[in-house]
Structure formats: structure tokens, C-alpha cells
């Protein structure tokens, strides 16, 4: 076996393999097992030095599990006793072991994994480690390391082993071997993106090193220099996008001034039936005034769910629109686009402004004749889904793009509209409220309007956490509720093994709910992500119209949907989504006159920790504190959409805790910018090609010099 501490002094680099060379070259691979690896997105060798681990397990904290105490970083050894995959009655598989070592039996419990039994086998040692969970002394998802060669030894000498992410067939072992043949011939031969001057101002590892240490730590003081460097790097990265882009949209004339001088937006505001909130008045007059530049807009307008956006949005529009000017309003999906348009034709109806829709439901006589007007100029308000900016749909006096749900809208979908010799304004509304740090990470080239307030004459929402047992008192809640004319939703989480399981659980507790005895009388709907787009809509139509009393559905509510008479929300599992995505579901009551309760349903089992996380939900209906708690408690690979901002996810940084490392690369891409604003200086090379590698249609125009 390759020792783990070979001398990398006494090592010399093959001369075949280089940082771009196919993983299949690097001795010891091959072709069969360079395609595992390209599972995991690893085709050459730079991607596999840069493949960080995603956890330690530290073999100097090693206890018995009799030593083992709640709320401290723990790990024990021992052997596989008892494993079996557990059934819930949401439909997910979970996987339970017991780990026995000569002072008492651990079990662990793994939600959703069920393919562990091909290696959580009975009479296995294994090195566990986690924090133990107090109710019942249990770890929930520890992370965990088969005991075998490289590990014994690791083990045996007290160090920090790395724990990679794997595929099905590829070994802990197999990957950390090949991380480390492969630092020993080219961990010194990658290009650093980071320029020589950053780098020395501040007082960072080289790269090399970082590589080294990241994957195998001599101490927790090297590994912490090593992922600060790394996690440095990648917000540098990250930061230097948004300052192009911030640079090249600052640009005087690629730009129109669209704001008319008002009057639509005046006679439509003294025709609504209430008055702006003072938040609502100061995000409009900020758009306004962004309007009137010669500099092209880009704003995000956030407020919690029923804050007000779309009315904003639409006197917004109207400015645009009265100059002449043509406004795209996109929604992400058709249902929403339908909904924004019926609720857009309610407002412009007293000022005389057409609102057209152009959806995938659109006749095709329709499309062509609006396709034609659109073509030849005339200033209409066009509403339909993202696929607007894609479809041959011309809009030659395009002013104002208003893009509805930004995390579905990223800077890939932006840089599209900006692919016009004249760039529009582009508005974004979001109802997912966003901490400060991923709003400067990942939205640092739009400027930011925030709404707080809720509108007068919303009804109280109130949000309970109740365990399974008190089922049967929520439902007799919601017959009373339904007996009264109210409305309700029953939601449950998507099952990520498989879409036909969730399409199973859905319709299972759908029947189960309109077989109960109290429930019978009343009408209940059922709307799942495997139903066709025609379906889905009969469905929220049924029960925006009152015919369905009660709706059970997966997460396809999440956004937008909009049923005043909805009083209560039940959340089954409630522990599987994200606090920020539970703030946004329950937003879809409370929005009429009544008073609304939303009830979060754990699942049996659910630990401590998660139901901690659910009891912010009860405390506060602050959305910007509960992303903020989000953030803390998940991260934000899970929180909100990163991974459809159109941006490569974060592997080191934690925006959570690395807020400082943010701000401190922020101005480091500035300065940098600033003095070579289309990165052609030599020493910059190393850092406009990692650009263009990694963010190439979010830099398209950027850096097309």
C-alpha cells in the first residue's frame, strides 16, 4: 500500500500526468474506475486535489460508548451488532445500527439512507463519529469509516482522518490513495487563481501546501490555515464575478432611461382599495429613480411572503410602460404566471392597461398575433414563465424585466437579458428572505430594496409544533375549520429517492384523510409534481374556487399560490424541510381576514436538535431572523436555492461563520477590478482563466475583451 506520510521531498512528478490530464492516466486508476470518479463531477486530476474532504473523524477524541456525553464532537470504535432499514409512514427508508464496544451498545440512526446495509454490516468495525442525541442516546447521521489498512494506521497513530464523498464502488480507501498519488505529482504544478499581491496582503498559504494540508492535516492549527486560504479563494472567486459584472452594468449608456413621468402609476395607486405600506412607497421610489438612469437597473426586491412585491412591481411597470417601453413580467412556473396575470389584470383594469399573457397553455393563433404585436413595439406588459427570455418571442423595445422567485432566476438567466446592445432594467422580487452574508455572496451585482412590513388587514397566523400523537386534535381542528367555509392545506415533503414515492404518499394520505370519519362530508383535492401541468392547474383552480375544502400536495405550493380563505396549513414530516422553506409554505395562509394557524407534524423520533430548529417557527414571523437561524443551523447548500443561482456551490466556505472572510474578499476583487477592470494584466492570466472555467455565462460579457 502507498504510505500516507511518504516524503514528498524524495517523490519525483511523472512527466505524463500534468493538472488537466484524465484521471484514467494517474497510476492506479484506469478507465473503469476513472468513470466512478466521473460520477462524482472528478475528471482530471486538479479536480481530485480540489475534491476537499467533507469532514474529519479525529482519532485523538477517541471514548468508550458508555463515556460518551450530548453536545460534544465525539468518536467511538466498536463492532456492528444489529442493522435493519426502517419503513416511515411518509414513505421515506431509513437505515438504524447498533455499535457495540466492551462498555455498552450505541445505536445510530441514518434518515433516508438505506443503501448503508451494503456496508453497515453485521461484525464490522467501524469508527463512528457525531454528537450523541440526549432524548435516546442515540447519533443521527453520524459520519462513519469502515476500519481497514490506511485507517488502522491513521488510527493508530492519533491523526485526523479525511472522510472524501464516494460513489457506489468507489472505497474511502481507493479515493484517499488517489487524492494522494495524485498530490504527490501535481499538488505544485496548479496554477494559483489567486494574484501574487492578494495573496501576500493577506497572509495566506501558498497554494501547494493548502492542497496538502486540507487532505492529510498535520494538526487542527494547519488544517485551519489551509481551509482559510482555500475558503478564501473560492469567495475571491466569487467575488471577482459580481465585481465584473457590477462594472461592466455601471457603464453610462448601455442603458435606458424608462420612467415616464407617472401619471399611469398615480391613477392606478388612487383606484387600489389600500395604502402603500411606508416600506412598499420607499421601495418604488428607489426603482423609480433606477429607472430614470442611463445605467442599466439591477435590483432585488425582497419581502416575506404577502409583503406587497407584486403591486410594487406592476406601479413600477406602469412608469415604464407610459414611456413608451415594453415590460416582461416572468413567473417560474405556468401556474404562477396565470395567477400574476389575473392578478396584474385586476390592477391595471381602472387605469386601462392591457396585461398579456404568453404561457405554454397559450392558443397558437394567440401566440403569433401577440408575437406580432410584441414585435412591432407596442408598450405592453407581457406576463408568461422564464422561458419568455428563450422563446422567439422579440421584444425589440424591452425596458423593464421583472423576474418573479430569483433563486429560480440566476445569474446564468441574467446574463441572457444582458446579452442586448442595449441592456433592460431587471427587477427581481423574492419572497424567500435572504440573510445579509449570501446576499453579498451571491446577489453582490444587484442592488437590494427590502420590504418588512406586512399590508393592514391580514389576519393573525399562529404556528404550533405537535407530535404525531396529536394528530387526531388536529384533525378534528381542521374539520371545524372546514365546517365553518374555511379552507385548508395538508402538505407533505418531497421524497428525494424517487418521484413516484412521493406521487405514493401523496395519494395514500389523501386517501387516508377523505376515508376519516370527520373529514367525509368535505371535498379534499390532491396535487403532486408527477401530475401534468394541466392537472396541477384544474387542481389550484378547484380549490382557489372554494369546490375543494381541503388540499393535500407536496412542496408545488410553496410559491405564490394565492387562496385568502385558507386558514390552516398542516406540515407532515415537518422536520425534512428547511426553516426558511417552512416560513414561505405557511405564508400561504394568513392571507385573508382570519385568523390562521399553520401545525408542524415531526415525524416519530425526531431528535431534539430538529425540533429545536421547527420551535423557531413558533417564535418568531420575522423571515429574515429564521434565514438567518437557517443559515446557521443547515448552511446554505440546503437554504434557498444556491444551487439554482446559476453559480458553482461553495465547497470550504461557510457563509454561516465566514461573514468576515467575506467582506475581506469583497474588497480584495474590488481593488483588483478597479485597477485592471477586463483582467488583461499577465499576472492576472491565472485568475481570468478560472474565471472562465468556472463562471463562463455569468462573465460572457464581462470579460469579452
Request: aromatic content about 4%; charged content about 25%; glycine content about 8%.
Amino acid at each position: 500500500m502507498m504510505p500516507l506520510e511518504r516524503s514528498r521531498a524524495s517523490y519525483v512528478p511523472s512527466p505524463r500526468v500534468d493538472p488537466s490530464s484524465r484521471l484514467q492516466f494517474l497510476p492506479g486508476v484506469g478507465p473503469a474506475r476513472a468513470r466512478l470518479f466521473e460520477r462524482l463531477g472528478l475528471s482530471t486530476l486538479e479536480h481530485l486535489v480540489r475534491h476537499y474532504p467533507r469532514a474529519y473523524l479525529d482519532a485523538r477524541r477517541f471514548v468508550q460508548v458508555s463515556e460518551l456525553a450530548p453536545g460534544e464532537l465525539m468518536t467511538v470504535t466498536g463492532v456492528v451488532r444489529h442493522a435493519a432499514a426502517l419503513r416511515t409512514r411518509g414513505g421515506r427508508t431509513d437505515f438504524v445500527v447498533s455499535i457495540a464496544d466492551a462498555s455498552g451498545t450505541l445505536p445510530c440512526y441514518f434518515f433516508g439512507q438505506p443503501f448503508l446495509a451494503r456496508t453497515l454490516r453485521r461484525g464490522v468495525r467501524v469508527v463512528v463519529s457525531g454528537e450523541l442525541d440526549p432524548p435516546e442516546r442515540r447519533m443521527l447521521n453520524p459520519m462513519f469509516e469502515v476500519v481497514e489498512g490506511d485507517v488502522e494506521e491513521l488510527l493508530h497513530v492519533g491523526r485526523l482522518v479525511p472522510v472524501h464523498s464516494l460513489t457506489k464502488g468507489l472505497t474511502a480507501r481507493s479515493m484517499r490513495r488517489a487524492v494522494r498519488s495524485a498530490l504527490d505529482r501535481v499538488a505544485d504544478r496548479i496554477p494559483d487563481p489567486l494574484p501574487a499581491e492578494v495573496v501576500a496582503a493577506h497572509a495566506l498559504l501558498p497554494l501547494a501546501p493548502s492542497l496538502e494540508q486540507i487532505h492529510f492535516p498535520d494538526s487542527d492549527e494547519s488544517l485551519a490555515r489551509a481551509r482559510r486560504r482555500l475558503a478564501f479563494e473560492e469567495l475571491f472567486l466569487l467575488q471577482s464575478v459580481l465585481a465584473l459584472r457590477r462594472r461592466l452594468l455601471s457603464e453610462q449608456g448601455r442603458g435606458l432611461s424608462t420612467a415616464g413621468p407617472g401619471e399611469l402609476a398615480r391613477r392606478a395607486l388612487s383606484a387600489l382599495p389600500f395604502s402603500l405600506t411606508p416600506d412598499q412607497e420607499r421601495a418604488l421610489g428607489e426603482i423609480v429613480a433606477d429607472l430614470g438612469r442611463e445605467r442599466p437597473m439591477q435590483r432585488l426586491l425582497l419581502g416575506d411572503v404577502g409583503s406587497g412585491k407584486t403591486v410594487v412591481a406592476f406601479l413600477a411597470a406602469l412608469h415604464v410602460i407610459e414611456a413608451g417601453h415594453q415590460v416582461a413580467f416572468m413567473a417560474p412556473t405556468e401556474i404562477l404566471a396565470r395567477q400574476h396575470a389575473a392578478t396584474l389584470a385586476s390592477l391595471a383594469g381602472p387605469v386601462g392597461i392591457e396585461i398579456a399573457s404568453l404561457t405554454g397553455g397559450t392558443p397558437a393563433k394567440e401566440r403569433r398575433r401577440l408575437g406580432e404585436r410584441l414585435e412591432g413595439g407596442e408598450p405592453l406588459l407581457v406576463v408568461g414563465t422564464h422561458a419568455l427570455i428563450w422563446e422567439k418571442v422579440k421584444l425589440p423595445r424591452l425596458g423593464l424585466a421583472i423576474v418573479d422567485e430569483q433563486h429560480r432566476f440566476g445569474v446564468r438567466q441574467r446574463a441572457l437579458l444582458a446579452q442586448k446592445a442595449v441592456i433592460p432594467d431587471v427587477l427581481v422580487l423574492t419572497a424567500t428572505p435572504i440573510p445579509r452574508t449570501l446576499t453579498l455572496a451571491f446577489y453582490g451585482d444587484l442592488d437590494v430594496s427590502r420590504i418588512t412590513t406586512r399590508p393592514a388587514g391580514r389576519g393573525r397566523l399562529v404556528t404550533r409544533v405537535a407530535g404525531e400523537e396529536k394528530l387526531p386534535q388536529v384533525l378534528e381542528f381542521m374539520a371545524k375549520e372546514l365546517a365553518a367555509g374555511r379552507q385548508a392545506f395538508v402538505v407533505l415533503p418531497v421524497i428525494e429517492e424517487a418521484a413516484s414515492g412521493t406521487q405514493r404518499a401523496a395519494e395514500a394520505e389523501h386517501r387516508r384523510l377523505a376515508s376519516h370519519p370527520l373529514l367525509e362530508p368535505h371535498t379534499l383535492g390532491l396535487l403532486h409534481g408527477r401530475m401534468d401541468a394541466a392537472s396541477k392547474q384544474a387542481a389550484m383552480e378547484a380549490f382557489a374556487a372554494g369546490r375543494v375544502q381541503a388540499l393535500v400536495t407536496t412542496t408545488v405550493v410553496e410559491v405564490g399560490v394565492d387562496v385568502p380563505n385558507a386558514t390552516l396549513m398542516v406540515v407532515e414530516s415537518a422536520e425534512r424541510f428547511g426553516l426558511t422553506q417552512l416560513h414561505q409554505l405557511r405564508g400561504r395562509v394568513g392571507r385573508g381576514a382570519h385568523r390562521s394557524v399553520c401545525v408542524l407534524v415531526p415525524s416519530p423520533g425526531t431528535g431534539g436538535r430538529a425540533l429545536e430548529r421547527l420551535s423557531v417557527l413558533s417564535r418568531t414571523e420575522n423571515g429574515f431572523e429564521i434565514a438567518e437561524a437557517d443559515l446557521r443551523m443547515r448552511g446554505p447548500g440546503e437554504l434557498w436555492g444556491t444551487r439554482q443561482s446559476g453559480l458553482p456551490r461553495l465547497k470550504l466556505a461557510d457563509l454561516a461563520r465566514d461573514e468576515a472572510l467575506l467582506e475581506e474578499t469583497q474588497r480584495a476583487a474590488a481593488g483588483v477590478v478597479a485597477a485592471d477592470p477586463w483582467l488583461m494584466k499577465e499576472e492576472h492570466a491565472a485568475l481570468k482563466a478560472a474565471l472562465l472555467a468556472s463562471y463562463r455565462d455569468a462573465l460572457e460579457l464581462a470579460l469579452a475583451g
